[in-house]
């Protein structure tokens, strides 16, 4: 995937003087699957409505297949939009809803049967020609929203949170059928959703959005395993997320401090005395024990385990009331509510993350102001 398909320099799009989305960077290359994964309100869905034309830009450029799309309609992009809503023509039937933009450009009746005869073969719809949306499920809506989508041959194929109405099965065997269709066919697919477990399933790359800015992108094991920032780490997945300062640094190593204990021997790399940083760890990462661990000095004490069927959620509570959260397996022996246990982990799966360059002064005001 070298060619860029989608580009993005510099984009700004603001409603009433309020800036929505704040200059965005962004390469989306050809045949990928890439997805812009964010909360509601963060502009992922302003950024699709712009790359579609649905939307003005306020500034910078975007180019679909290195054009430059400033002062283009929708109609004259090489894109199709797929809507959470469907937005099939409850009038018509299938065949008709799917070659209706076929109909508009004058299209032989021919070329549009077998056009719209492929259409359905992608999506699985045989048969399905004579129904009308009334009469058929929200996954069977879904899939002549997409056919209609790609009997056009668009290079770029926009989804605006497609299975965000389906239930949490359908929507599950959706994902998987979207991604192998996407693989099949090669087109460039631009998916927004606010669904983190969604967004790892389907994607080549995630473009990890906040306040109108792309935090970070990346593959879905990179942002997972190494998240950029802390919104990104307490956003993608679940994270247990503690905040020290360094107390001291013996190159390569650095001890990190907490109002609750230490950990010592962590990677210094970037980091000077006194910085306030965050330690990030995934609850499947967090072991326990009832003897004390070599540096680690963290203790905790056990206050639920709750049951969800092919893993054990174990809660453990800090001396300063934080929750750290434990992923254990259902056959585990687990020690019981009240038990005092010490917390460590395999240090290569820390992730250490830089605050806004706070020192520890800010840290001792707050004590003070408290």
């Known amino acids: 995937m070298h060619k860029v398909m989608i580009q993005l320099k510099n984009v700004v799009k603001n409603f009433e003087n309020q800036e929505v989305v704040k200059s965005i960077n962004l390469d989306v290359y050809e045949g990928e699957f890439l997805t812009l994964l964010g909360a509601s309100g963060c502009g992922k ?4 409505r712009m790359i579609a034309g649905f939307e003005e830009v306020t500034e910078g450029e975007i180019y679909l297949d290195q054009e430059n799309m400033a002062g283009k309609p929708p109609y004259a992009r090489n894109v199709n939009t797929v809507f959470q809503t469907y937005a099939l023509f409850p009038h018509m039937n299938v065949y008709d809803n799917i070659a209706f933009g076929l109909v508009e450009k004058k299209m032989p009746k021919k070329e549009i049967k077998e056009k719209v005869s492929q259409a359905l073969e992608m999506v699985q719809l045989q048969g399905f020609e004579k129904r009308r949306p009334s009469q058929m499920s929200g996954g069977q809506k879904q899939r002549v929203a997409i056919a ?9 194929l926009l989804l605006d949170e497609p299975l965000g109405a389906l239930d949490l099965k359908l929507r599950k065997q959706m994902q998987v059928e979207l991604k192998h269709l996407q693989q099949k066919l090669g087109i ?31 593959s879905a094991q990179e942002i997972y395993e190494h998240p950029a920032s802390r919104f990104v780490a307490d956003f ?3 994270s247990n997320i503690l905040e020290g300062y360094v107390t001291s640094i013996d190159e390569p190593y650095m001890t990190v401090s907490f109002e609750f204990g230490q950990i010592d021997h962590l990677p210094s790399s970037g980091y000077v005395k006194e910085e306030m940083l965050y330690v990030s760890i995934r609850p499947e990462n967090v072991r326990y024990s009832t003897e004390p661990v070599p540096d680690f000095q963290l203790q905790g004490i056990i206050k639920e385990h709750i049951y969800a069927g092919s893993a054990i959620r174990t809660i453990a509570e800090l001396p300063n009331s934080q929750e750290i959260k434990i992923t254990n397996h259902p056959e585990q022996t687990l020690p019981e509510p009240g038990s005092s246990v010490y917390l460590y982990w395999n240090k290569d799966k820390t992730v250490l993350l830089h605050t806004a360059g706070d020192k520890l002064y800010d840290l001792i005001e707050d004590a003070v102001l408290k």
């Open 236 to 238: 993608i997945g679940e």
């Open 188 to 218: 460039t697919f631009l998916y927004v959703t606010h669904d983190q477990e969604e967004a790892l399933t389907m994607s080549d790359r995630i473009a990890v959005m906040n306040h109108g800015r792309i935090e970070q992108i990346g």
């Open 148 to 156: 209609r989508a790609l009997v056009n041959n668009p290079k770029v």
């Open 45 to 48: 869905t302003t950024t699709l």
